[in-house]
């Protein structure tokens, strides 16, 4: 396993971000613009506005469970507590993303709550119509109009076993997320967008995100050679807070969002020969390679346990 480059000093945060503050205070500015104003004037404009804002939110929820931008955690959830995309629970997506950076176990099918691949035992046992489904899935076009769907039923299936089994923290999750929710709802329910057509922006908002989630990690041997750069550095790149840098992310996880690019500069030759080459120069490239074709087997292809 390689050795991280350092952070300097003055890359590593102290004191409140109050950069992040403002973006986060701006997103949920911006959402009341969205759904009150702007959805008076125009409709469609606004949902796809809106779409933009959850995704937004989404990685601004990412950036407050890794410490950003106050060194206290409960102020930094207070900030979440309006659930935008209504579906994922602040407190379930922090719990499982963070099982998510024990890099040793990442695209495990089992112990990486996050990863695409199945085991082949499973994958085997699959009737036809689901296979033919993951593996559409498994295409930039397809996890983009099928992902949200996907990964939210197997998300509450999972949930569910664990609120059965009378898991504390899930449910206390749960009943928070309900509890924001049920604010948002509301909310949208006195603006002059309707609720249904709100969730047709969550759907969107979620469907963006699974362009950044697409590849960014990879069956491989060596760890670190699993998670992807893409050096793209426009629109996409600031919607998802420079996460496309992926590798300085999990290698560096408090480093802030802002940071990212700087440190990518200063040791990029580093990073490259950690990740193994695993690269794309921008997300245009990453829509001309996979828009339509797969980028990867849904069953693991490395996996060797239970065969």
Not at 222 to 243: K, P, Q, S
Request: charged share 15%; hydrophobic share 45%.
């Amino acid at each position: 396993m390689s050795e991280a480059p350092k952070v300097p000093g003055e890359l590593m945060p102290r004191g409140v971000e109050w950069g992040t503050l403002a973006l986060i205070s701006a997103c949920y500015g911006a959402w009341c613009v969205s759904v009150f104003w702007l959805a008076e004037l125009s409709l469609w404009p606004a949902v796809l506005s809106t779409a933009v804002l959850i995704a937004f939110h989404s990685s601004l929820c990412h950036e407050v469970l890794h410490g950003h931008p106050f060194r206290t955690k409960a102020l930094n959830e207070a900030l979440m507590v309006l659930p935008l995309n209504l579906v994922i629970p602040y407190g379930r997506f922090r719990d499982t993303h963070l099982a998510h950076h024990q890099d040793e176990r990442l695209t495990d099918p089992y112990d990486d709550p996050e990863s695409n691949f199945l085991c082949p035992k499973v994958w085997a046992g699959l009737p036809g119509w689901q296979k033919l489904t993951l593996r559409a899935n498994n295409t930039l076009l397809g996890r983009m109009l099928l992902g949200p769907l996907i990964s939210q039923v197997c998300f509450m299936i999972g949930d569910w076993r664990l609120i059965r089994a009378a898991e504390r923290q899930v449910i206390s999750d749960w009943l928070l997320h309900i509890a924001g929710a049920v604010v948002v709802i509301y909310l949208v329910w006195l603006s002059p967008m309707s609720v249904w057509v709100y969730g047709v922006a969550v759907y969107l908002g979620l469907a963006l995100l699974k362009i950044r989630t697409f590849l960014e990690h990879r069956a491989h041997e060596d760890v670190h050679a699993r998670t992807v750069l893409i050096e793209d550095r426009g629109l996409l790149a600031f919607l998802f807070l420079n996460n496309n840098l992926h590798i300085v992310h999990h290698m560096h996880p408090g480093v802030p969002w802002h940071a990212l690019p700087r440190l990518y500069q200063r040791h990029r030759e580093a990073y490259k020969q950690t990740n193994g080459a695993y690269i794309y120069r921008s997300y245009l490239q990453v829509f001309r390679h996979y828009f339509l074709r797969t980028k990867d087997p849904v069953p693991h292809p490395l996996w060797q346990k239970d065969m």
